[in-house]
């Protein structure tokens, strides 16, 4: 089977999706979001080594031109993750889908479902696709979690086999995604169509940022691309906090209660009906 570089497995999350889920971040990410909040999970490592004599631990060393990670002597300080100078961690494990979902079936029966995140989950389509079909199996629900930038309509079986996809829109102008990301947005546009028409677009979400996100624009061109779907869809508003995010987004401080009540009262003039702030 084919394998993806696992970067946490989280056992019970309330936040990943409907009810209580096992939700796995996958690591690596096409995307340089400055607001991101696990920016560790970027990029992959590039066994440069600056972690290894800072570890307190002693859980890392350098074995064949690589950084190997001793999950027995970790004391998951993180130390590792804020002296990287790349945006990766050096504690990942390569996994198929077999090997993640033994791990998950260690904590049945008290979850709904899985979610599978990053990083950014779509890097990997055939692991997703092998993942989501033992999911099935064993009757669990499984949605991803993605950034939207690779199409979709390229991977059918998987669509065939995912239960959803909660979609993250970061803006609407493409300048504003460039800024935002360093990358282009037409595809998650396109993405947004798409899954809609196929029924598999289990949320919309918008993290909103005062003076660099345009989620006025998001709200309004996301609901005319939707048309009367848009009342059906989920529109999970996220205010923007900086825990964990590195770079100049790191001294921004949150959107006031005010202003994302403002921006619900503009989603349901959009279209929207079922609006979450979180």
């Not at 239960?163 to 595809?187: I, Q, Y």
């Amino acid at each position: 089977m084919t394998t993806a570089p696992v970067n946490k497995i989280i056992p019970f999350s309330t936040v990943d999706g409907p009810g209580s889920r096992t939700s796995i971040f996958l690591q690596g990410c096409n995307l340089t979001c400055g607001y991101c909040h696990n920016p560790e999970t970027q990029r992959l490592c590039s066994a440069c080594g600056a972690c290894i004599a800072k570890c307190p631990a002693g859980a890392l060393s350098l074995r064949g031109g690589q950084v190997v990670w001793d999950p027995e002597k970790c004391v998951s300080c993180d130390t590792c993750i804020a002296v990287c100078p790349n945006r990766a961690s050096p504690k990942i494990r390569e996994m198929d889908a077999r090997q993640a979902m033994a791990q998950v079936e260690k904590n049945l029966p008290f979850i709904r479902g899985i979610t599978v995140s990053g990083g950014e989950c779509m890097l990997h389509p055939q692991f997703l696709t092998e993942f989501c079909t033992l999911a099935k199996q064993r009757g669990l629900s499984c949605l991803l979690d993605s950034n939207g930038t690779i199409p979709f309509s390229a991977y059918p079986e998987l669509i065939r086999v995912c239960d959803g996809v909660m979609l993250d829109v970061k803006s609407w102008s493409p300048d504003v995604f460039r800024s935002l990301t360093g990358g282009d947005n037409a595809v998650v546009k396109e993405n947004l169509r798409f899954l809609s028409s196929q029924g598999k677009l289990e949320e919309v979400r918008i993290v909103c940022v005062d003076g660099r996100v345009d989620a006025e624009a998001v709200l309004h061109g996301a609901g005319k691309l939707l048309g009367p779907k848009a009342a059906r869809t989920r529109l999970v508003l996220i205010s923007f906090r900086p825990f964990g995010v590195k770079g100049p987004f790191a001294s921004f401080t949150s959107p006031s209660a005010q202003r994302m009540l403002q921006l619900r009262e503009t989603a349901v003039l959009a279209g929207f009906r079922s609006v979450v702030i979180k």
